[in-house]
């Protein structure tokens, strides 16, 4: 993967971010330097997928919808770019085989030593609350032997909700926790679940935030109907 983006990238946002949002950070010592690492957050935003790698010493790469990287016109362009830039992968993760193929790309990513960032509730939160974990984190730290470090984001919902692009001036803060490790059987589904609460259970001390045992797009789909 092209670094030079990302690199460009992230020297020409890092100074800008850091004096204007100013980044409260703790426990950025428990991200270990080299070797394979998952990075598991909460999702607020989406400068969630700014602001986090722009603390973090090494390069965190995402993976992204496909349709990120195919809408058509210069705004696809610009977008397809800007997500480039950001380090993301595309995939295809709308399901079944397609979801599979996402995990073997994750585990491609971690074989190569990287760091591979992940959002477990799969998409943004709808309301700020914490919802319930997709088991696919769990494959990826059991079959790929990779610790996981448990992030906690602050305030991005409110610097950019959803549907806002230019943001709010205000502080960022995250927190990294400390080092978790799962093993056992991949194909268990039951022990899936178990090492994903536990991984959301952890994301939820460290936030504060409440948690919906629901996945956030049955929330998403939900506030729809009742919109409409």
Same mark, same amino acid.
């Given at each position: 993967?092209?670094?030079?983006?990302?690199?460009?990238?992230?020297?020409?946002?890092?100074?800008?971010l850091?004096?204007?949002?100013?980044?409260?950070?703790?426990?950025?010592?428990?991200?270990?330097?080299?070797?394979?690492l998952?990075?598991?957050?909460?999702?607020?935003?989406?400068?969630?997928?700014?602001?986090?790698?722009?603390?973090?010493?090494?390069?965190?790469?995402?993976?992204?919808?496909?349709?990120?990287?195919?809408?058509?016109?210069?705004?696809? $362009?610009?977008?397809? +770019?800007?997500?480039? !830039?950001l =380090?993301?992968?595309?995939?295809?993760?709308?399901? /079944?085989? #397609? %979801?599979?193929?996402? $995990?073997?790309?994750? +585990?491609?990513?971690? !074989?190569? =030593?990287?760091?591979?960032?992940?959002?477990?509730? /799969?998409? #943004? %939160?709808?309301?700020?609350?914490?919802?319930?974990?997709?088991?696919?984190?769990?494959?990826?730290?059991?079959?790929?032997?990779?610790?996981?470090?448990?992030?906690?984001?602050?305030?991005?919902?409110?610097?950019?909700?959803?549907?806002?692009?230019?943001?709010?001036?205000?502080?960022?803060?995250?927190?990294?926790?400390?080092?978790?490790?799962?093993?056992?059987?991949?194909?268990?589904?039951?022990?899936?679940?178990?090492?994903?609460?536990?991984?959301?259970?952890?994301?939820?001390?460290?936030?504060?935030?409440?948690?919906?045992?629901?996945?956030?797009?049955?929330?998403?789909?939900?506030?729809?109907?009742?919109?409409?």
């Amino acid at each position: 993967m092209n670094n030079l983006p990302y690199g460009i990238l992230r020297a020409f946002l890092t100074p800008f971010l850091m004096i204007l949002f100013r980044p409260k950070v703790k426990g950025l010592r428990n991200v270990p330097g080299n070797g394979p690492l998952i990075i598991a957050s909460n999702h607020l935003s989406f400068s969630d997928s700014i602001f986090m790698p722009l603390v973090v010493p090494r390069k965190v790469t995402f993976l992204a919808k496909s349709e990120y990287f195919t809408s058509p016109g210069p705004k696809g $362009l610009l977008k397809k +770019l800007t997500f480039i !830039a950001l =380090g993301q992968v595309p995939v295809d993760r709308s399901g /079944g085989r #397609r %979801s599979e193929a996402a $995990l073997i790309t994750g +585990l491609k990513i971690l !074989a190569e =030593g990287k760091c591979l960032g992940i959002y477990p509730e /799969g998409t #943004r %939160s709808p309301d700020g609350r914490l919802y319930k974990g997709r088991t696919g984190i769990a494959r990826l730290a059991i079959e790929s032997g990779a610790p996981i470090i448990p992030v906690a984001m602050f305030n991005t919902e409110k610097i950019q909700p959803t549907g806002t692009v230019v943001p709010k001036v205000m502080r960022v803060g995250m927190i990294f926790g400390e080092p978790m490790y799962f093993e056992g059987d991949s194909t268990d589904l039951l022990h899936l679940r178990d090492v994903t609460d536990k991984i959301m259970s952890t994301i939820q001390e460290m936030s504060g935030q409440e948690y919906v045992d629901i996945y956030a797009t049955k929330a998403k789909k939900s506030l729809d109907e009742d919109e409409s």
